[in-house]
């Protein structure tokens, strides 16, 4: 599928998902905890935000991972 240009990086020289469309993409498969983690390890590292992360979530609308990246940044 072709992705958005906002949901693709290319690091060294590989095309590959932007963290926060990662993030998205594996939510509704990981635990709260992991899914925390993860979160927390892209926006250490400069990755992502959480204010990114929410706007990507809430424009990807009702997507699996969109709802459980909303119920988790919520309860922050």
Same mark, same amino acid.
């Given at each position: 599928?072709?992705?958005?240009?906002?949901?693709?990086?290319?690091?060294?020289?590989?095309?590959?998902?932007?963290?926060?469309?990662?993030?998205?993409?594996?939510?509704?498969?990981?635990?709260?905890?992991?899914?925390?983690?993860?979160?927390e390890s892209a926006r250490r590292?400069?990755?992502?935000?959480?204010?990114?992360?929410?706007?990507? #979530?809430?424009e990807l609308g009702v997507r699996p991972g969109a709802? #459980?990246?909303?119920?988790?940044?919520?309860?922050?």
């Amino acid at each position: 599928a072709q992705l958005p240009t906002i949901d693709r990086v290319t690091v060294d020289g590989i095309s590959c998902t932007s963290a926060a469309r990662t993030l998205l993409d594996i939510a509704p498969i990981v635990n709260g905890e992991t899914l925390e983690v993860a979160i927390e390890s892209a926006r250490r590292m400069g990755l992502t935000s959480p204010t990114f992360l929410a706007r990507r #979530a809430a424009e990807l609308g009702v997507r699996p991972g969109a709802t #459980a990246i909303k119920k988790l940044l919520s309860m922050a």
